[in-house]
């Protein structure tokens, strides 16, 4: 799976890429296990055709749309991010997809809907992780419509270059890269547009350590750990690399800065 | 006559014997390094994946706890098994707790702390889970700058006794420290098999304890 380099402002870092195989086998992915070795070991399970996604709620165009409409909807980019995980990782990884906005304009949201609600494949056939009461199944993330419709948050369907692996939330998952990885749903099957703001699962398991903003922020610290610096998977000088200053917005502030002007991100976390 | 369901090399002489001869405290010795060994080759030859900081960080951590099982298990086994020689192997096993325990806040100093000291004792204070983490060392600290000899005939053996009883609560204090680490998981499994392993070795000393009282009528009057 292959895509034209993007012209989104901020898309494309010249930082160096975090291997295939670190960003192949180090994962949060519940649903197969909470060790991040599990979902490359046991995510073979996962069958990612045919696969629908639903898009409903407060739009004109409710619709259910085959994969390959996603895969159709608008030209592949790839671009490359920074993911900064809220345990105090970050890797950088070359996505494959498209902005999200362009199937939010598809399906024409009314002017009631104020956020949008993404909700993960909660199968316990394929996912053996759903037996665990670890989190609320299924994994629901949530974003502020206009959070949503910024030409960074991206509807992804590959990395590297080929089709995603399932532990990276085949066969399409979200890409936030201002926000903790977290709030990037992966394998998703339902996207819901609404008024209220979305009870996320996070939140729900622990909502004074996960936020609905949850944006990426070094001076708001984790009530169990600081977020000034994070470790580079990968990093040049392995054990001994020191660890990097976060970035406000994960680097991404001249981008999005503005759609929290005014907010207080210590109260919003 | 030999009891037929005893395995031989299991009997209860033999291991004795063994226990005692000059080759046994090397060969233990040598086996609780194994897994520091393991664990340093493993970081100079880069296969400890990903995150490599934090991979050797835990595993540190969960060789403390093995350790701190094994020690508590010396004198279950010794009455259970009759190898009354395996006391000579308490003190070692202990240090070994202690050695793990301290490579482990090592690490955490080191590759996480980046021996940053303002921010070690920062996170000390901010986050619980550390500070059960400190105290248990602390603990351990005083239990193993305590255990020469001379130093155990200079304290006698009563306050001696009562100052090393405190592993019980540094087997408190590390479930407690691993629970609150696994608690951003809700990810117990783990967590619930040392604490069921170490209240079963504490739970039998209670159980012992209660079996040897002698009735106060009995009581011999304390000098």
């Known amino acids: 799976l292959s895509g034209a380099r993007s012209g989104v402002a901020g898309a494309s870092t010249v930082e160096a890429i975090t291997s295939y195989q670190h960003a192949s086998t180090y994962n949060n992915f519940y649903e197969f296990g909470t060790d991040k070795a599990d979902p490359a070991r ?8 045919p696969w629908t996604v639903a898009v409903e709620g407060l739009i004109n165009k409710p619709q259910t749309l085959d994969l390959d409409d996603l895969l159709k909807l608008s030209p592949m980019e790839e671009r490359i991010y920074r993911l900064r995980c809220v345990e105090g990782w970050s890797m950088v990884i070359p996505w494959v997809g498209y902005s999200l906005s362009a199937l939010i304009k598809q399906v024409q949201p009314q002017g009631s809907a104020k956020y949008v609600e993404f909700i993960t494949l909660a199968d316990p056939t394929m996912m053996p992780g759903i037996r665990s009461n670890v989190l609320q199944w299924p994994y629901v993330e949530g974003l502020r419509l206009d959070e949503a419709m910024h030409p960074l948050s991206m ?23 201002w926000k903790y990885g977290f709030k990037s749903g992966k394998s998703l099957v339902k996207i819901r547009f609404t008024e209220k703001q979305p009870s996320t699962s996070w939140n729900l398991s622990a909502p004074q350590e996960y936020g609905f903003y949850s944006n990426v922020n070094p001076d708001v610290s984790h009530p169990r750990w600081s977020q000034a610096t994070e470790r580079r998977i990968g990093e040049e000088g392995g054990l001994l690399a020191k660890r990097r200053k976060t970035l406000m917005f994960n680097g991404y502030e001249p981008q999005v800065g503005q759609l929290y002007a005014g907010m207080d991100l210590k109260k919003h976390y | 006559m030999k009891t037929a369901a005893r395995p031989a090399s299991l009997s209860p002489k033999w291991v004795n014997q063994w226990l005692m001869h000059w080759t046994a405290k090397p060969l233990l010795f040598a086996g609780g390094c194994l897994p520091a060994i393991w664990l340093i080759w493993s970081a100079v030859n880069d296969q400890l994946g990903a995150n490599p900081a934090e991979a050797l960080i835990r595993s540190l951590g969960d060789w403390s706890l093995r350790f701190l099982v094994i020690v508590l298990l010396v004198t279950p086994v010794r009455t259970w098994a009759g190898w009354p020689a395996l006391a000579r192997m308490r003190r070692m096993a202990g240090l070994f707790v202690f050695f793990y325990a301290s490579l482990h806040l090592l690490a955490y100093a080191w590759f996480d702390m980046e021996f940053v000291w303002g921010a070690v004792v920062d996170d000390v204070l901010k986050r619980p889970f550390i500070l059960v983490g400190v105290m248990a060392w602390v603990l351990l600290l005083s239990m193993a700058a305590t255990s020469f000899d001379r130093v155990i005939r200079a304290m006698g053996a009563q306050r001696w006794r009562w100052l090393h009883r405190s592993v019980y609560a540094v087997a408190a204090l590390a479930v407690l420290h691993f629970f609150w680490m696994r608690s951003g998981k809700n990810d117990f499994a783990e967590v619930a098999v040392y604490a069921a392993i170490l209240t079963s070795l504490l739970g039998w000393r209670v159980w012992r304890s209660f079996m040897r009282t002698p009735s106060p009528a009995a009581k011999r009057p304390s000098r």
Do not use: D, I, S
């Open chain 1, 42 to 49: 046991r995510a073979g399970t996962l069958k990612t055709r």
């Open chain 1, 155 to 177: 509807l992804t369907f590959g990395m590297y270059g080929e089709v995603l692996p399932n532990q990276n939330g085949a066969p399409v998952r979200l890409v936030v890269p």
